[in-house]
C-alpha cells in the first residue's frame, strides 16, 4: 500500500501535503558539531515521506508502517512506551509553535522511510525535517530551510532528549545532489563542495549497536565540556573545543587529565582535518582526501574511543583496496556504519567481497549501500510542490 493509500485508508481522507526529506552520511567531522567546529556531510538518496493534514479538532494522530495509530491530545508531554517515535514529530511541532506556528487545530500524520534505521543514516532527523516541511506547508508558515534544521535539532535536544549538535538536521535541511554540505556549527552557515562524478560513497552497517549508544554520546559530550573548563583552568581562556589549535592544545595537553586530553586531541584535530578536506575537494585530490578519512577513524578509534571492533574491521579491510580512497566511522559510533569513498572502479564486487570477509569473520552479513548524495527536505507533493522523487513509496 502506498503511503498516501494509507493516509486515506487509516484517517478516512487524502493528505494536503507530502514532504520528504533525505537520511545522512557523515562524511567528516566525528563529534565536532556539538563542540562548535564544522563538519562535512552529504544528503543521501534514501528518504523519509510525510503525508499530512490539518483538521480543525485539537487532536494529533500518527500512522507508521510498523506501530498502530497513535492518537494524542496534549501535545506537550513526551509519549513513552511504543508510541516514543511521536516524539520526533511531535517535538517539531512544538519548536514550530515557539515561532509562531498557528496553535488552532490539530493535524493527521502518515510516515514511510527507505533510509534504513539504526545504520547511522539519521532517519530521525529526515522525520524531523519532512514533519517540519509538511507542517510549515500546511499550516502556511515560513521558515528557510536553516530555521526548520535549528527547529527540527531543537525538537531532539529538547523533547526527545538527545543532546545532538546541528550535523544531522543540518544536512537533510541543506543537502544538494551532487554536492557534499559543509557546515560551520559555530555560525550555524552552510555551503555546498561539489563531489566529482568520479567519486563513490558506499555505507556498510555493522548492524551492531552498543547497548548504552545513548549514554556513551552524552558521555563523551560531558567529557568535551569538562576538557574545556580544563584547558581554561591552564588558561587558555576558551569557549570551546573550536577555540583551540593543535598548537596551542599540544603546549598543555600534559596538564590536562589523560581521557579528557585524548577526547580533546580528537575533537582539535578533526577539526582541522574537516578544514584540509573542504580544501582537497575543490582542489580536486581525492587521494588526499582519503587519507584523511582513515586519519579520522583512526583518531575516533584511539582517541575517542566511540569505535568497535567491527567498523575497524571494516575500515582495515577497506584501506587494503586500492579502490577505496578512504573509509571511517561515520556518525555517533559504538556501533553503527562504516562509511567509505571510492573512485568509479569500485564496484559491487568489490563491496561483495568486503561483505563476505566480514561474515567470515562475525557470522553475519554487514548491511551494503552505494549512497547518491541528493537535494535537501522539500515538498513533494501538494501546495508549492516543485519536485517530484523516483520512489516506490507512491
Ligand atoms: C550523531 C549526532 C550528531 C553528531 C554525530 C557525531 O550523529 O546526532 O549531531 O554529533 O553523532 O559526529
Redesign the pocket.
Known amino acids: 500500500m502506498s503511503l498516501k493509500e494509507r493516509f486515506r485508508a487509516n484517517f478516512a481522507a487524502a493528505p494536503d501535503i507530502i514532504a520528504a526529506a533525505p537520511g545522512r552520511v557523515?562524511v567528516i567531522?566525528?563529534?565536532?558539531?556539538?563542540n562548535l567546529g564544522p563538519?562535512i556531510g552529504a544528503g543521501i538518496d534514501r528518504h523519509v515521506f510525510v503525508a499530512l493534514r490539518r483538521i480543525p479538532e485539537r487532536e494529533f494522530r500518527f500512522s507508521s508502517t510498523v506501530s498502530d495509530i497513535a492518537t494524542v491530545q496534549d501535545a506537550s508531554t513526551p509519549k513513552s512506551g511504543s508510541d516514543s517515535w511521536v516524539n520526533y514529530p511531535l517535538g517539531v511541532y512544538n519548536s514550530l509553535l515557539r515561532r509562531g506556528l498557528a496553535s488552532e487545530g490539530g493535524f493527521e500524520l502518515a510516515v514511510e522511510s527507505d533510509v534504513p534505521s539504526g545504520a547511522?543514516l539519521?532517519s530521525s532527523?529526515a522525520l524531523e525535517l519532512a514533519t517540519a516541511k509538511a507542517i510549515c506547508a500546511a499550516f502556511e508558515m515560513e521558515l528557510s530551510s536553516w530555521e526548520l534544521a535549528i527547529a527540527s535539532r531543537e525538537a531532539?535536544n529538547e523533547f526527545v532528549g538527545?543532546p545532538?549538535?546541528?550535523?544531522?538536521q543540518g544536512v537533510s535541511a541543506m543537502g544538494e545532489s551532487g554536492h557534499l554540505v559543509h557546515i560551520d556549527c559555530r555560525n550555524m552557515e552552510s555551503s555546498v563542495i561539489p563531489l566529482g562524478r568520479s567519486y563513490s560513497i558506499w555505507i556498510f552497517n555493522t548492524h551492531k549497536k552498543h547497548s548504552l549508544v545513548e549514554s556513551l554520546?552524552s558521555e563523551r559530550h560531558r567529557e568535551c565540556t569538562e576538557a574545556v573548563a580544563q584547558l581554561n583552568r591552564e588558561g587558555m581562556d576558551i569557549a570551546c573545543l573550536a577555540d583551540m589549535t593543535s598548537e596551542r592544545f599540544e603546549r598543555v595537553r600534559d596538564s590536562l587529565d589523560a581521557t579528557l586530553a585524548n577526547r580533546a586531541a580528537h575533537v582539535i584535530g578533526e577539526i582541522e582535518r574537516v578544514e584540509r578536506v573542504r580544501t582537497l575537494l575543490e582542489q580536486g585530490n581525492g587521494d588526499a582526501v582519503g587519507k584523511e578519512l582513515f586519519a579520522s577513524h583512526a583518531s575516533s578509534r584511539n582517541l575517542f574511543e566511540n569505535s568497535v571492533e567491527e567498523l575497524d574491521y571494516l575500515v582495515d579491510i577497506l584501506e587494503s583496496m586500492p579502490q577505496v580512497l578512504g573509509a571511517r566511522l561515520t556518525?555517533?559510533?559504538f556501533g553503527g556504519a562504516v562509511m567509505a569513498l571510492t573512485g568509479e572502479s569500485f564496484t559491487e564486487i568489490y563491496a561483495d567481497s568486503v561483505a563476505s570477509a566480514y561474515r567470515g569473520r562475525f557470522g553475519q552479513s554487514p548491511g551494503v549501500l552505494q549512497c547518491h548524495t541528493a537535494d535537501g527536505a522539500r515538498i513533494v507533493e501538494g501546495a508549492e510542490s516543485s519536485d517530484t522523487i523516483e520512489s516506490s513509496l507512491g
Open positions: 557523515e567531522g566525528n563529534h565536532t558539531d556539538y563538519v547511522g539519521s532527523a531532539e538527545v545532538c549538535g546541528i550535523l544531522d554520546y556518525g555517533g559510533g
